[in-house]
């Protein structure tokens, strides 16, 4: 599924010019918020996520409407290693050029991953009142999700980095000066590269009248991404080789060990908004 961002763009320009029949909103939304990914041997740890939501619904006719806007969201969850010490290998370039596999060990291995995007809906909503300042509502659509920044802490007890040069038949394990051997306590942080990707959304809720402008919107939301939010061309260790020091190895992160995986953002939780008629 391609993103025509002009057509976005364009619909939002109409609904905005047309806003003099439009229903403004601002919400909160809060939830489970999980990065899925489809790298063997990881295992997530989710946590709760939230956005903040502001847009309006241009009607139709009495029931359906189109709506659009644009939400700031967050994602946090812990990532690990599904075996508390694991040993995984990768291909890497010495100072003097020279290929070499990478091994990296490591102890108790966790990533903390906070992930912030900015999303632009685009949905249709069919609402039918039920009861006297009561109106049920039922919204789909897609959203176009555009990571902000995808930030990773990663910690361990214990990092050792070794190295193969299968042309020589050499074996490499404590030369610290060149980037191989052990270390304590690992703490640093790094960046995932990322890209943006489409989601589709759901939403079922209740409004309740507040008066004759304003009312209290609380529904339960849905949604999914397709397609992979990392943007990355090579396979890379977990934890980067420094050609200079074991002491600062940066993390590329769990999910940098496979290039084809697909990681995507997968919410389920409670949104409560106000409406302004």
């Known amino acids: 599924m391609k993103f025509n961002s ?8 109409f609904l905005i010019s047309q806003g003099i029949t439009a229903q403004f909103y601002v919400g909160l939304q809060s939830g489970i918020g999980n ?20 847009g309006y619904i241009y009607s139709l006719n009495t029931n359906f409407g189109i709506g659009s806007g644009l939400e700031f969201s967050q994602y946090k969850q812990y990532v690990s290693l599904s075996q508390p010490t694991a040993t995984l290998a ?14 990296v060990t490591t102890k108790n291995y966790m990533e903390k991953q906070t992930l912030h ?13 039920i009861g006297t300042g009561i109106d049920f509502i039922l919204r789909a659509g897609a959203k176009y999700f555009l990571p902000v920044n995808y930030k990773i802490k990663a910690t361990a007890d214990y990092v050792n980095g070794t190295a193969y040069y299968p042309d020589v038949n050499l074996t490499i ?7 191989f051997g052990g270390q304590d306590n690992y ?6 590269k990322t890209k943006g990707i489409i989601m589709s959304s759901f939403e079922l809720g ?8 304003h009312s209290l919107y609380a529904a339960m939301f849905l949604e999914n991404g397709y397609g992979t939010i990392l943007d990355q061309n090579k396979n890379e260790s977990y934890i980067s080789y420094n050609p200079t020091s074991i002491s600062d190895r940066k993390p590329n992160g769990l999910y940098s060990t496979d290039k084809d995986a697909k990681i995507k953002p997968v919410a389920f939780g409670v949104t409560v908004g106000w409406n302004f008629k």
């Open 173 to 179: 394990v404590n030369l610290p000066e060149y980037g």
């Open 35 to 54: 990065i899925q990914s489809t790298v063997a041997g990881t295992k997530e740890g989710n946590r709760l996520g939230g956005a903040v939501k502001a």
């Open 90 to 103: 990768n291909f890497e370039i010495d100072a003097s050029t020279s290929a070499f596999v990478y091994n």
């Open 6 to 13: 002009k057509n976005i763009i364009g619909t939002i320009a």
């Open 117 to 129: 995007a900015l999303q632009i809906p685009l949905f249709v909503q069919y609402n039918t009142n």
């Open 187 to 192: 703490s640093s942080s790094g960046e995932y």
């Open 206 to 213: 209740f409004s309740f009248d507040m008066g004759s402008k």
